[in-house]
């Protein structure tokens, strides 16, 4: 024990010596050591330490500074002020400082103090409406749980003043405080405070010095700063600072297009005119007017000056417009540059320049680089996720290997576009923001389809009310099948899908009165190499009459209300204004009659091809079909026929151009279609006396015989260039239902005009024919014949021709890929007649409405319209009025 203790004593007299040796050794070690500034001494880091930021690793904040253990630096020094400027420049830190702890011989040891900077942990907004926080939350850059400095306070402000500004509240006051909060230690309230005052606006603008330019012109120049004239009734009032200094670039480029190439403003002035507007001082100095004078053509070996001198339409002496000719040389569709883009010559530049002002005249040189020809690379497609990319890339226009041209970029967005799987409003900003990719070096350039994938199959189950109580509907349409897939489940979703064919089944019933069913089968690539179609389709519909008890109880309360009215406006089942619903909408199932009966069977194939000729818009289409009719006991007054099996054998014959650009919101472009529907003229040959009163009906009409013309063009011009431009629509309609035999004149197949367009379920067999601001068919002649006794009496309502003319402005609302949606005003004439010798071009009833469409990718194109008819519809002696329309998938 003794041995134990004095070994013990021995090692604790040696680790003292030691110690005190080690104090002798370093007699040089000072603690928080004075730095000399003007002697810098040069030391290795023995240590680094770290307080505060305790929410951060030491090694972490340690490699922020860029010191390290081991390096040598000076002190004061480079390198200790840089470490400190690593630091602010995260703008993470309150307040830095690295501090010299200790010193020993040639070693520092430094500690590096930070302060966090607070986070926020909630937003406070005083005095703006929720729409509004709404939209500067996306500006200001202050999160929740994130830090906040002096700078995005500072930047906040300016930003939410700058948004008040272009709202109009030019003389708000923001002002931004943080306040810490005492619930979470580090964190921090900010509070935003705005006092937005009354709006600014702009009283009256007065405008000197414009001797040769109106005010007029120069007011709407200036689109955004505008005064309280009637001229702009509809334009804003509300004065922006920034608005308004491009309005007065605006103004001075409205005199440059009128010739006065060095007019400017002298002076302007804002000057309160109360608390809440301002009036507007502008002074002119238009200078002279200038006029071009010869413009020569530098660098040009594709074309020749006449060629290129053609297209810029601008000659000597016409008035300088510098805006004018920028727009001739790059901008306009047949602009100059076009044409070498559309020859390959993607890298080519083209350059005004003025060489000589004599008097009121200046010379121009058009400085052109030609550059090569570019071909295309490569050419890819992505976000297609819906049909096999071979479906796609068989309506491109760009192929690899192929001279690069902008109308093939752009003939490929619209057939894109009309494949109707793709969203359409997003394919040509696009291919502008990042879709095409020059390669100057080798002369070639990529080009990339961004394609954002769209639903275009649509469903429809509905139930409506008709004359004869509910009718229920259910149909599908499947505009991406693949009848190739049938027996491959993998591709089914519902049914085979991925080769852009269009299957459709709708099927319709209210019971035992009415019953419909359809298919439809379209191939619009028949055999995938050349886009000619195949349309397949079949139909079938049954109608059943009343009994007559039920229509003599429907006619004498008819009698009692209308007395000496004849059937009045209308008396087709169905479609609205018929035999009623007011004999018991609950006794029709019971008052059915199966020995009255309307039914149809028919089926057709078609043939449609793009044409080459004139241009590759036109196209063609052949279509034969059949209908059958069979008709048992019917009401006279619906066909002029009541019994017998009629045969329709037709051949529809269809020329069209189309070049529209969107086939849902459509924007330009135009569509023209010339169609003849005809038969075989039986009564050419069959040897039988078609004007011998013998004859039945279902002799007369077995085969029935016609030919029936149909004319019909619309155009389409946006009024601004904008994506949501508002859109002017010009429609005209011409049809025509001829006859080879007066005697054997078709009842089928004619028109009912008026209305919504909407037959119901009960067209037997017409084509109703829309007309807004007015019931349906109601404006339809009737067709008179001689009774028993001889008196002449009306038969049946039925149109053979008729003509329609429609202007109608659309406004767009949302453009999304969920809902295009859209508001419209509309003006239109037209008229039907039941004989061309009837007919009067002049003769036109008329109306004015407004209207809104919405459409659904799920459901296709709804809407509502109102209109007014100034004319009288037939049996009427004064102007019909106002009449609502719904829309569910025509086109009125």
């Not at 810098?40 to 860029?66: M, N, R, T, W």
């Not at 414009?210 to 004239?229: P, Q």
């Amino acid at each position: 024990m003794q041995y134990k203790t004095v070994i013990i004593s021995c090692f604790l007299l040696l680790f003292s010596h030691l110690m005190s040796a080690q104090t002798v050794v370093n007699p040089d070690t000072v603690v928080n050591p004075e730095i000399d500034y003007m002697e810098p001494k040069e030391y290795q880091i023995a240590d680094i330490q770290v307080e505060g930021a305790e929410s951060y690793d030491d090694f972490v904040l340690i490699g922020f500074s860029g010191l390290q253990v081991g390096q040598k630096i000076v002190i004061p020094g480079d390198d200790i002020t840089n470490a400190v400027k690593k630091f602010w420049e995260q703008s993470m830190f309150s307040d830095v400082k690295i501090e010299l702890t200790k010193v020993a011989g040639d070693k520092a040891w430094l500690t590096i103090y930070l302060q966090l900077r607070p986070k926020v942990s909630e937003i406070i907004y005083n005095g703006l409406k929720k729409a509004e926080i709404e939209d500067i939350e996306k500006r200001i850059g202050i999160l929740k749980e994130k830090q906040i400095t002096p700078n995005m306070s500072d930047r906040a402000s300016k930003s939410i003043k700058k948004y008040l500004d272009e709202k109009g509240f030019s003389n708000a006051d923001i002002k931004v405080y943080q306040k810490d909060d005492p619930a979470k230690p580090g964190f921090v309230k900010v509070e935003i405070d705005v006092d937005k005052k009354l709006k600014t606006r702009v009283h009256k603008i007065y405008i000197t010095g414009n001797d040769n330019l109106n005010a007029l012109e120069i007011n709407k120049a200036m689109k955004k700063t505008n005064d309280n004239n009637i001229i702009n009734i509809f334009r804003t009032k509300k004065y922006v600072k920034d608005l308004y200094e491009k309005d007065k670039i605006a103004a001075i480029e409205k005199y440059n297009e009128f010739g006065y190439r060095d007019a400017y403003i002298v002076s302007d002035s804002i000057v309160p005119f109360d608390d809440k507007s301002v009036d507007v001082y502008m002074k002119f100095s238009e200078g002279n007017k200038y006029y071009f004078r010869d413009i020569k053509w530098i660098g040009n070996t594709i074309y020749p000056y006449e060629t290129l001198n053609q297209f810029l339409t601008i000659k000597k002496g016409d008035v300088y417009n510098l805006r004018l000719l920028n727009k001739r040389l790059q901008e306009d569709e047949d602009a100059v540059a076009k044409l070498y883009s559309n020859k390959g010559y993607l890298f080519f530049n083209i350059q005004p320049v003025e060489v000589a002002i004599e008097n009121d005249s200046i010379d121009f040189e058009i400085h052109m680089v030609e550059g090569k020809p570019a071909t295309i690379n490569e050419v890819k497609i992505t976000g297609n996720t819906r049909v096999y990319e071979n479906v796609v890339r068989r309506e491109l226009r760009t192929v690899p290997g192929a001279l690069y041209s902008q109308d093939d970029i752009m003939r490929t967005l619209r057939e894109l576009a009309q494949m109707g799987h793709f969203d359409p409003e997003k394919l040509s900003k696009d291919m502008m923001e990042g879709g095409l990719k020059p390669n100057p070096e080798n002369g070639t350039v990529d080009l990339t389809y961004h394609l954002e994938t769209k639903s275009s199959d649509q469903v429809e189950f509905s139930a409506g009310w008709g004359a004869a109580g509910i009718v229920g509907s259910l149909g599908l349409k499947f505009s991406n099948f693949a009848i190739q897939n049938i027996f491959k489940p993998e591709t089914y979703r519902i049914v085979p899908q991925g080769e852009g064919q269009t299957f459709s089944i709708n099927a319709r019933t209210n019971g035992n009165y009415y019953s419909s069913f359809s298919l439809s089968f379209l191939e619009p690539w028949l055999g995938g190499k050349r886009p000619n179609s195949l349309s397949v389709s079949l139909y079938y519909t049954a109608t059943s009459g009343m009994s007559d008890r039920y229509l003599n109880a429907y006619s004498n309360m008819y009698s009692n209300m209308y007395s000496g009215y004849g059937y009045g406006s209308g008396y087709g089942y169905g479609s609205g204004y018929g035999y009623g619903s007011g004999y018991g909408n609950t006794s029709y199932e019971t008052e059915v009659d199966k020995n009255k009966y309307f039914r149809t069977l028919g089926a057709s194939i078609g043939y449609g091809k793009r044409l080459s000729w004139p241009d590759d818009f036109f196209t063609f289409y052949g279509e034969l079909s059949f209908q059958r009719y069979m008709i048992n006991n019917w009401y006279q007054q619906e066909t002029n026929v009541t019994n017998g099996v009629f045969n329709n054998v037709g051949l529809n014959l269809t020329i069209g151009r189309n070049s529209i650009d969107n086939p849902i919101f459509t924007r330009k472009g135009s569509n023209f279609s010339l169609g003849l529907q005809i038969t075989p003229p039986y009564s050419k040959f069959n040897g039988k006396d078609y004007s011998s009163s013998s004859m039945t009906d279902a002799e007369r009409y077995k085969f029935l015989e016609y030919h029936k013309w149909k004319f019909s063009a619309k155009t389409f011009t946006p009024l601004m260039n904008i994506v949501k431009t508002p859109v002017l629509m010009a429609r005209a309609e011409f049809a025509y239902v001829g006859h080879f035999n007066k005697n054997a004149r078709t009842p089928f197949g004619t028109y009912m005009f008026g209305g919504d367009g909407m037959s119901g379920y009960s067209g037997y067999a017409n084509e109703y024919v829309s007309m807004r601001g007015y019931e349906t068919g109601a404006l339809t002649p009737y067709e008179y014949g001689l009774n028993s006794s001889g008196e002449k009496v009306a038969v049946a309502q039925r149109a053979y021709l008729y003509n329609k003319f429609t202007m109608e402005l659309r406004v767009p609302i949302s453009l999304e890929q969920s809902a295009n949606i859209w508001a419209l005003g509309f003006v239109e004439a037209g008229n039907s007649f039941n004989k061309i010798s009837d007919y009067n071009p002049f003769n036109l009833k008329r109306s004015a409405g407004v209207g809104v469409r919405i459409y659904l990718p799920m459901f296709g194109i709804m809407g509502i319209d109102w209109g007014y008819g100034f004319d009288p519809q037939v049996n009427e002696s004064k102007a019909h009025g106002s009449q609502i329309h719904f829309v569910i998938g025509q086109e009125l």
